[in-house]
T-cell receptor
């Protein structure tokens, strides 16, 4: 079965400093991985996705993530945090065991706080 | 840019009442989903729907829940007799034909059961 574990429930950074949100995955298959962001009172927006092409994936708003099979990790990074990055971030894996339903399995989420 | 729209954004209901949450998926998408997020908890899969039938459902999706695509554009989630523990944010999502592919989510419907 597929699963993802987000290693930090809460991350706090200062504006202009790097962001690192950690995610480990477990999968019996070659995984498809995503990061979604949820701003307060908003829906879930796709930041980026990995689907077995380049291991370094670039997303919107300056975020990127690197797929590391040896470490079963898919950490999300950004060189310089902006106040508008404050949100909940979800690491997500596509459930390949359920045929073609394509359902996604969410991690617990990491709340990113950005201090001025 | 096409988007998934959900109504209502917030609904308050009494325990035992029926609730219908509505969603309009992206028009050329083929796969539809409902997820829920209880306050402070993770986003949980409820059900997936393809070709006018349920393709998968979770343990949460018991007989109190049903889904329907009544007219080719709307996708609804019905809760027949709401319980306090049904209070949550409910997200609708849709996906095109590519597999695996990202899901496009609506902004959610917050359900409060009193």
């Amino acid at each position: 079965a597929q699963s993802v574990t987000q290693l930090d429930s809460h991350v706090s950074v200062s504006e202009g400093t790097p962001v690192l949100l950690r995610c480990n995955y477990s999968s019996s298959y070659s995984p498809s991985l995503f990061w979604y962001v949820q701003h307060p009172n908003k829906g879930l927006q796709l930041l980026l996705k990995y689907t077995s092409a380049a291991t370094l994936v670039k997303g919107i708003n300056g975020f990127e993530a690197e797929f590391k099979k040896s470490e079963t990790s898919f950490h999300l990074t950004k060189p310089s945090a902006h106040m508008s990055d404050a949100a909940e971030y979800f690491c997500v894996v596509s459930d390949m065991s359920s045929g073609n339903t394509g359902k996604l399995i969410f991690g617990q989420g990491t709340t990113l706080q950005v201090k001025p | 840019e096409p988007e998934v729209t959900q109504t209502p954004s917030h609904q308050v209901t009494q325990m035992g009442q029926e609730v219908i949450l509505r969603c309009v998926p992206i028009s050329n998408h083929l796969y539809f989903y409902w997820y829920r997020q209880i306050l402070g908890q993770k986003v949980e899969f409820l059900v997936s729907f393809y070709n006018n039938e349920i393709s998968e459902k979770s343990e949460i999706f018991d007989d109190q829940f049903s889904v329907e695509r009544p007219d080719g554009s709307n996708f609804t989630l019905k809760i027949r007799s709401t319980k306090l523990e049904d209070s949550a944010m409910y997200f609708c999502a849709s996906r095109g034909g590519a597999f695996p592919g990202e899901l496009f989510f609506g902004e959610g419907s917050r359900l409060t059961v009193l």
